[in-house]
């Protein structure tokens, strides 16, 4: 696995890691102490990240997990809260906005795939990132959470929002009312995850999952995954109108020329089986 070499500036290493494997790269949240709570170091760390790796053609795909046993334990509450008290409110604001940048405002609009790998505690804030990623794998073992009831507050910035995209309503208002815990595989039954893993096979099967994203036309992927995004909160008349838009968008743009060169290898060549494997690129 290639390692970023230390004389060579880069804009991690404090409270995130980045390292690249066969067009993957591994963005861990870098605080196994605390958790990987999240403080301003990493807020910081992981907007100057996402900027990097959006050009950066060693990365294929993004994954976005935690060091040690842990995925996120949600936002330091003495970092991010208590030691913001006494600074400017315009210095407060800066960072709420950086905040929010990465966990899902960009995230969820990412040019480039993203995978959340759950290895461990999953808990509030974390819940923002997770689920503006497109797609996401836990450990069977994995513990998430809404405890936010617990210390006597709600689940703010977006979790909630963000909850209410995948779990179903009655779900949420369950876990967000009671501050119940649950594993992996009940984050898969709920939809929170695309699937759980037993704990040995979570990198394996992230890799996976990221090899055959990797195999996809990356300029239709993308045009695909923004499509999803936007399409949700649209009528079924605004999505259709947006959808045929976006398709035309998409045929002329594509650098690959996809649509004509599957149709080829389907109707001309007789060698592609749409639904059973990809069309053969380059």
Same mark, same amino acid.
């Given at each position: ?13 404090? #409270? ?30 992981? #907007? ?19 060091? $040690? ?18 600074? !400017? ?6 960072? %709420?906005?950086? #905040?929010?940048? @990465?966990? @899902? ?19 509030? $804030? ?24 617990? @210390? $006597?507050?709600? !689940?703010? $910035? ?71 995004? %936007?399409?949700?909160?649209?009528? @079924? ?17 594509? !650098?690959? #020329? ?15 089986? !749409? ?8």
């Amino acid at each position: 696995m290639q390692q970023e070499n230390a004389s060579k500036p880069s804009p991690w290493g404090e #409270n995130v890691s980045v390292e690249f494997e066969d067009g993957i790269a591994w963005v861990s949240l870098n605080r196994p102490q605390r958790r990987n709570a999240i403080n301003p170091g990493i807020v910081w760390e992981m #907007n100057a990240i996402m900027d990097a790796l959006e050009e950066d053609e060693r990365c294929k795909v993004m994954v976005v997990t935690g060091s $040690g046993d842990s995925f996120s334990a949600g936002m330091d509450l003495k970092e991010y809260f208590r030691a913001q008290d006494g600074v !400017p409110p315009i210095q407060r604001e800066r960072l %709420f906005r950086a #905040n929010a940048a @990465w966990q @899902w405002r960009r995230m969820m609009y990412y040019p480039k795939p993203t995978i959340s790998m759950v290895n461990g505690w999953c808990f509030g $804030g974390a819940f923002q990132f997770l689920v503006g990623s497109d797609l996401a794998v836990a450990a069977e073992d994995a513990t998430f959470g809404l405890s936010e009831i617990n @210390w $006597g507050i709600i !689940p703010a $910035g977006v979790v909630t929002k963000a909850v209410l995209q995948v779990m179903s309503f009655r779900d949420a208002m369950y876990y967000i009312m009671t501050g119940e815990t649950f594993d992996g595989r009940k984050a898969a039954e709920l939809k929170l995850v695309n699937k759980a893993v037993p704990r040995d096979d979570l990198r394996e099967a992230t890799r996976e999952l990221a090899k055959t994203l990797m195999g996809k036309n990356p300029f239709v992927l993308r045009q695909a995954k923004t499509a999803c995004r %936007f399409t949700a909160d649209l009528s @079924w008349d605004q999505a259709a109108e947006y959808l045929m838009a976006k398709s035309d968008q998409t045929e002329f743009r594509d !650098p690959e #020329n996809g649509r004509n060169v599957g149709m080829s290898q389907f109707l001309d060549e007789k060698s592609f089986r !749409p639904g059973l494997e990809g069309y053969r690129r380059g």
